[in-house]
Antibody, heavy 119, light 111 residues
């Protein structure tokens, strides 16, 4: 069974750094791209970008280029999303999701990680 | 501001048919790139509902169907049920952004 299990909710202050995780199981981690999606409170879905766990090739959406960093550790089948300096506007639910081979839709989703940035 | 526009809300009585539109342009739906649809029940992660314009994943009832024409796509729900009350999002690739994008989202209310 394919599963994506995300790390727990986080509360940080503006300017702090943060890394959240998405651990995959039930399939070959390096064979499928992982996407990250943002959902701000009461708002719609936003595509942050995708990462290939096999070689860490990344494709960021223009709006998020330079704002976040995606990475992956093949040894622990885990993808990461990282901020070096959080802003209040980063407060949102973040989802990871798996893309099927050579397709661009999101077939399996993690449960989401709520990030709250507040002074 | 998403490049894929959906109506903010649609509603219908149980048993009725409702449709949700997803309007894009020549750099996404009209290119043409595939359109996919997701259902997000309150307080849960989104779930894939339709992929590749009109394909249902295993387990999705055939009450849900997708279609595409030109620069727009549609999701239809027939035999509306209370459990269909949720937010629905379309998604496609946009070659001007070199990234996928989601629609603005539509809340379906069952009267």
């Amino acid at each position: 069974e394919v599963q994506l299990v995300q790390s727990g909710a986080e509360v940080r202050k503006p300017g702090e750094s943060l890394r959240i995780s998405c651990q995959a199981s039930g399939y070959s981690f390096t064979s499928y791209w992982i996407a990250w999606v943002r959902q701000m409170p009461g708002r719609g879905l936003e595509w942050l970008g995708i990462i290939s766990p096999s070689d860490s090739d990344t494709r960021y959406s223009p709006s998020f280029q330079g704002q976040v960093t995606m990475s992956a550790d093949r040894s622990i089948s885990t993808a990461f999303l990282e901020w070096s300096s959080l802003r209040a506007s980063d407060t949102a639910m973040y989802y990871c999701a798996r893309l099927p081979y050579l397709r661009d839709f999101l077939e399996y989703w993690g449960q989401g990680t709520l990030v709250t940035v507040s002074s | 501001q998403s490049v894929l526009t959906q109506p903010p809300s649609v509603s219908g009585a149980p048993g009725q048919r409702v449709t949700i539109s997803c309007t894009g342009g020549s750099s996404n739906i009209g290119a043409p790139y595939d359109v996919h649809w997701y259902q997000q029940l309150p307080g849960t992660a989104p779930k894939l509902l339709i992929y590749g314009d009109d394909n249902r994943p295993s387990g999705v009832p055939d009450r849900f169907s997708g279609s595409k024409s030109g620069t727009s796509a549609s999701l239809a729900i027939t035999g509306l049920r209370a459990e269909d009350e949720a937010d629905y999002f379309c998604q496609s690739y946009d070659n001007s952004l070199s990234a996928s994008v989601f629609g603005t989202g539509t809340k379906v209310t069952v009267l």
